[in-house]
């Protein structure tokens, strides 16, 4: 079955990732597949000033999401949790104890809502997975120009859909809104890159090679409707082969390559 602008399966939408100069932080970036686009910004380390937040042995990581509109409800907080389970594997949080770092991440997509398709049953998802993708990629790479906050590689997340298609399932990279009522399976996957495959923070410095995750190793992942052990795999091979091609764009962006231009993931 064609995706929209005949888009192969295996194929993100137009990448956009881009360095941002908000003020009153101390760095901020901005990702999107397509429309489906997301800006966080990172304060940090910083004094843990409010009582409860300051931790004796390692710095208290703070995820806060807002939304495009009205409240934070269900899906923002799963969202956030997400984001604070992907970011803690990749911060040395035990470099700076008794301080916070906060990472703050606004969704620059419609407001959430049900999908409505033509798969029986209708579809699992009532957000699209592509928006947890997009926060988590705007986070990462924020968090990548904080100098100041030691990480042992970069997280990139991808969002992977499943459609049945005459009893066979086809997996599709960054299913856009449109085909998100026709998915009866998916989700994100979070994978940690090293940082001897990982765009330099803009310190400058080098980390030793790990070996143990060279490829990506996932720390974080999310998965929607019913799936076996084999398909779960597939999604996984070919979202891991994406968020390569992602951290690519970011190692570029940090360069200073694309700071303002977008570029495909073909």
């Known amino acids: 079955m064609a995706r929209p602008l005949n888009r192969d399966a295996k194929s993100c939408r137009k990448i956009m990732a881009r360095r941002e100069k908000l003020d009153r932080v101390d760095s901020s970036a901005r990702f999107g597949f397509g429309d489906t686009a997301a800006l966080a910004s990172v304060s940090g380390p910083i004094e843990a000033a409010r009582s409860g937040v300051e931790l ?11 939304p495009l509109y009205a409240v934070a409800g269900v899906a923002e907080k799963s969202i956030c949790s997400a984001l604070r389970a992907s970011f803690k594997s990749a911060i040395v949080l035990n470099a ?17 809502s049900k999908y409505k398709g033509t798969s029986p049953g209708g579809t699992v998802f009532d957000t699209n997975p592509s928006i947890t993708a997009a926060l988590i990629n705007a986070g990462s790479l924020a968090l990548l120009q904080a100098a100041s906050i030691p ?7 991808v969002a992977v859909g499943v459609k049945r298609i005459s009893q066979k399932s086809e997996f599709i990279i960054d299913p856009e809104d449109i085909e998100v009522g026709d ?22 410095q080098s980390e030793p090679d790990n070996e143990d995750f060279p490829k990506g190793r996932v720390v974080w992942s999310s998965w929607e409707g019913v799936f076996n052990a084999t398909e779960y795999a ?33």
């Open 234 to 266: 597939k999604a996984e091979e070919l979202a891991r082969f994406a968020a390569a091609e992602i951290l690519e764009i970011f190692r570029q962006t940090m360069s200073g390559a694309n700071d303002v231009e977008s570029m495909a993931v073909d």
């Open 56 to 66: 004796p042995e390692k710095a208290a990581l703070e995820i806060n999401l807002r």
């Open 183 to 204: 998915l009866v399976a998916g989700g994100v996957f979070a994978f940690l890159f090293s940082r001897s495959h990982a765009p330099l923070a803009s310190t400058g």
């Open 151 to 157: 990480a042992v590689g970069t997280v990139v997340a």
């Open 96 to 112: 700076h104890p008794r301080t916070l770092i906060q990472v703050v991440a606004q969704s620059l997509s419609p407001p959430f």
